[in-house]
């Protein structure tokens, strides 16, 4: 990989981290607005929490590299 | 015949395929660590469950959204971090794990300095001071001790341990530090959020 392609791969990679915060930020405020509206919605809640896992342990934790038979090439 | 060559250390080409098999079972141990860790955590939820049902302390929402957020912007800077050693990249490296140790510290002293502080209950009161502390403590001393980790692998990175090609110990140190942060993601919603007001 030239420094170009690495540099390139790099942006790449810490554009997927800004969009994985936005995502973040966005449920984490809505988790806040959906407790404020309602007292019953613990059931939304959790889906909420669980959706912002699934983002977590596949973009910052990146659970594929555990299944996967090389090293990636970052 | 012995020559200065020969006592030099030898990395010979299949070094680099022998660190990728070590790293699929590091990667193995690491995660399995987490699920064990996960089963403690899972715990206190089920504490938190069974004893505060649909019920919950009046807690500052504020503070813990606060906190919250300062949480997952650790998991965004300890991901720049990480993908920046991942090219070689360690001024960026440098300055992400520092921002994140920051933010964790940060976060500890909302959670302990702050949020224990004006808690209106003490551990030893109820059911809800009992699950309170206890779901926070040990969550922080998970944070801590993330802290310390990052610490480490930081002065490791300064005195050259790591490559593009080998960063083990970074990535370890990141998956932990995320798993901390996914922990919270449930105890959030679980401590600040779910059931009615109880006062």
């Known amino acids: 990989m030239d420094l170009e392609q690495l540099e390139t791969s790099k942006k790449e990679k810490f554009s ?28 939304i809640l959790m889906l909420v929490a669980l959706l912002k896992t699934f983002f977590v342990v596949r973009d910052y934790m990146h659970i594929g590299r555990l299944f996967s038979e090389e090293e990636e090439t970052e | 015949m012995t020559t200065e060559m020969d006592s030099m250390p030898v990395r010979p080409a299949s070094d680099l395929a022998s660190y990728r098999h070590r790293l699929g079972i590091n990667r193995l141990g690491l995660w399995l660590f987490l699920l064990s860790d996960l089963f403690m955590f899972g715990g206190l939820m089920v504490a938190r469950a069974a004893l505060w049902g649909n019920t919950r302390p009046e807690l500052n929402m504020k503070l813990g959204l606060l906190v919250t957020s300062i949480l997952l912007a650790s998991s965004f800077f300890m ?51 009992a699950v309170f502390y206890m779901m926070t403590g040990m969550h922080a001393l998970h944070v801590l001790s993330g802290i310390i980790f990052l610490g480490i692998v930081g002065n490791n990175a300064r005195r050259g341990h790591y490559s593009a090609e080998r960063y083990w110990a970074v990535e370890a140190a990141a998956v932990y530090w995320h798993f901390v942060d996914v922990v919270w993601i449930f105890f959030y919603p679980a401590l600040y959020l779910i059931g009615t007001v109880v006062k």
Not at chain 1, 33 to 39: K, L, Q, T
Not at chain 2, 81 to 104: Q, S
Request: charged share 20%; aromatic share 10%.
């Open chain 2, 79 to 129: 991901n720049r971090a990480e993908t920046a050693m991942a090219h070689g990249d360690r001024k960026e490296f440098y300055r992400d794990i520092l921002v994140t140790m920051g933010l964790g510290l940060v976060f500890l002293v909302g959670v302990v300095g702050f949020e224990w502080r004006i808690a209106p209950f003490k551990p030893s009161d109820n059911v809800y001071g």
């Open chain 1, 16 to 43: 997927i981290g800004v969009t994985v915060l936005i995502l973040l930020a966005v449920l984490t405020i809505g988790e806040f607005g959906i407790a404020s509206v309602g007292r019953n919605l613990g059931t």
